[in-house]
């Protein structure tokens, strides 16, 4: 079974720029959750979708969006972006349907804004 | 506000010895708590997890224990071994979100 893909795996960007990023889940899984890594912070939870919906959201400004597609792919977007935007933004998948499903992490994004 | 706490951020061990990873956590509703780990480059990978209606959960040489009156869950890695040098994230879920740690950075001595 294929595991999680992100793409792309690096970016560069300028402050005020915004950029997309996306997330292939594994086969069969309909839950993307997206992540905020900083150093010394851990892993920052950004939201959660199932089944296209939005189930669960984290403490971060608008300018984070996402979306899910009916092939359970998902995009995350950064729009305005800041210099403190710079992390690794990592998606994990699992199968959504129970509370403690094991989520799986892509490789990550690491995005850095300029 | 963060809701789960790894107080160590590193922790040294010599090879075949014990490791011991705590932490903890403030919000009562989590009800289920996991333990990943990440090596440099690539995304976190699932280790262990135990149910809040647990006290312990062994797999192999990992055991996790959680003291739900204290708030807290340890991760015991006996023998530690080389390749178990990562950063830990220790992480709790409610609602269909996992709240993280901030992480341990584990090394094992040879």
């Known amino acids: 079974k294929a595991g999680v893909t992100q793409t792309p795996r690096y970016l560069i960007k300028t402050r005020g720029q915004q950029v997309t990023l996306s997330c292939s889940p594994i086969s069969g899984h309909r839950s993307v959750s997206w992540y905020q890594q900083t150093p010394g912070q851990g892993l920052q939870f950004l939201f959660e979708y199932f089944s296209e919906t939005q189930r669960n959201k984290g403490n971060f400004p608008g300018r984070f969006s996402g979306r899910q597609f009916s092939n359970s792919r998902s995009e995350m977007n950064v729009s305005t972006l800041e210099l403190g935007d710079s992390a690794l933004y990592l998606c994990?998948?699992?199968?959504?349907?129970?509370?403690?499903?094991?989520?799986?992490f892509g490789p990550g994004t690491r995005l850095t804004v300029l | 506000d963060q809701q789960v706490k790894q107080n160590s951020p590193s922790l040294s061990v010599q090879e075949g010895r014990i490791s011991i990873l705590n932490c903890d956590y403030t919000?009562?509703?989590?009800?289920?708590f996991l333990w990943y780990k990440k090596y440099p480059a690539e995304g976190p990978t699932f280790l262990i997890s135990?149910?809040?209606?647990?006290d312990k959960n062994e797999d192999g040489r990992f055991t996790v224990f959680l003291n739900k009156s204290a708030k807290h869950l340890s991760l015991h890695i006996v023998p530690s071994q080389p390749g178990d040098s990562a950063v830990y994230f220790c992480?709790?879920?409610?609602?269909?979100?996992?709240?993280f740690g901030a992480g341990t950075t584990v090394t094992v001595r040879a």
């Open positions: 135990i149910s809040s209606i647990k």
């Open positions: 919000n009562s509703m989590f009800d289920y």
């Open positions: 992480a709790a879920s409610a609602d269909y979100k996992l709240s």
């Open positions: 994990a998948s699992a199968s959504g349907l129970h509370q403690d499903n094991e989520q799986f």
